[in-house]
């Protein structure tokens, strides 16, 4: 395996890299609109596919399928996880009437353990508006079809961009039905997804069950963990079924204190189906998000791996450390890109 890079150094390179990224997006986007063929970008570095999720923009003003295309293209980003909201918005459903921005701030501020009383209650009246517009929008989606899906997939591939992993919204859970769930799976599928992601549980009845359902439709769910991550966490889910798999989470991994991130990869690299990428303290250190190369998680070592061994899943970056004064999102996941650019190069 190829030597790590000094950190301090390669931080400094790939703020270099990072800037020429942002002249180069800020001159395409001066043009009216986007042209497919104008721009399109690769994130296949050295045979590893370098991708993130569209959670990170969640803080963003519009949250539609164009600006979340042109926020990915603007971070030089040829693949993705793509929140099922997005989706959803594209395909016509019911407008949200929350404020998502003001709801993942809060439930930032929340796992941070930074929330007053009255932000705590009113996040709470917030996740019950939450759940009275998925009541409304599970009945506009008895009577959606795959064609708006289609025509999404179509949009982002034309752009450039692959969609290989969906993560729908509340439609993997216990109180819903065979019919929610086969359509969030299918519509992973139609975007071109292998698999679908959900957060990891504890209710074995669930995950066989959507082992099972997966497996009708030839399509993946990948569990995704937090802080509950150990060695052994997937151990039930991978039994039940040949077609459930592992989203480990490496940061979430370190902060729950995890001494050998490395070796997990190893171990179950043949079962993980993808992996998100941010850099988070161990408990030691305070558990915090960092910006790449300030955490604990040894990202570029994971990278480097991944590309030696030749390993076949990407590597999703999840923007999740907050934006500086002087910065934006898109900056900020610029150099997040560049980051793990420099370490597969290396």
């Not at 996880?81 to 989706?87: H, T």
């Not at 179509?154 to 769930?181: C, H, Q, W």
């Not at 303290?281 to 030696?308: V, Y």
Request: glycine share 6%.
């Amino acid at each position: 395996m190829k030597k790590s890079l000094n950190r301090r150094k390669f931080i400094g390179a790939s703020l270099i890299a990072s800037a020429g990224l942002a002249l180069k997006s800020n001159k395409i986007w001066g043009a009216p609109n986007y042209i497919p063929s104008l721009f399109k970008p690769n994130s296949k570095i050295n045979g590893v596919q370098l991708g993130m999720i569209t959670y990170s923009f969640r803080e963003m003003e519009d949250q539609s399928a164009e600006a979340t295309l042109k926020n990915v293209l603007e971070c030089n980003i040829s693949a993705i996880e793509l929140m099922g909201d997005v989706a959803d918005t594209f395909a016509g459903a019911p407008k949200n009437p929350i404020n998502l921005r003001k709801y993942y701030r809060f439930m930032r501020g929340n796992m941070g353990g930074t929330l007053t009383q009255d932000q705590k209650n009113e996040m709470k009246e917030m996740e019950k508006e939450i759940k009275a517009y998925n009541e409304i929008k599970s009945k506009w989606r008895e009577n959606s079809s795959m064609k708006a899906i289609e025509k999404l997939r179509k949009m982002y591939n034309d752009a450039g961009v692959s969609i290989y992993a969906f993560k729908p919204s509340r439609l993997l859970g216990p109180k819903n039905t065979d019919a929610e769930i086969k359509w969030a799976m299918l519509a992973g599928k139609t975007l071109g997804a292998s698999h679908v992601t959900v957060e990891h549980t504890k209710d074995e009845a669930l995950t066989l069950k959507l082992g099972q359902i997966a497996k009708q439709l030839d399509v993946f769910v990948a569990y995704h963990g937090h802080e509950q991550q150990t060695p052994v966490l997937w151990d039930t889910v991978l039994k039940q079924s040949s077609n459930n798999a592992i989203n480990l989470d490496l940061g979430h991994y370190v902060a729950a204190g995890n001494t050998e991130p490395l070796q997990i990869l190893k171990d179950h690299h043949k079962e993980i189906k993808s992996i998100h990428i941010k850099d988070r303290q161990n408990p030691e250190n305070g558990k915090k998000n960092m910006s790449f190369g300030k955490g604990d998680t040894p990202i570029i070592e994971a990278l480097q791996l991944i590309r030696d061994k030749k390993y076949n899943f990407p590597a999703t970056i999840e923007y999740e450390y907050e934006t500086p004064e002087n910065s934006t999102i898109i900056a900020e996941i610029q150099k997040c890109v560049e980051y793990c650019t420099k370490a597969l190069q290396s």
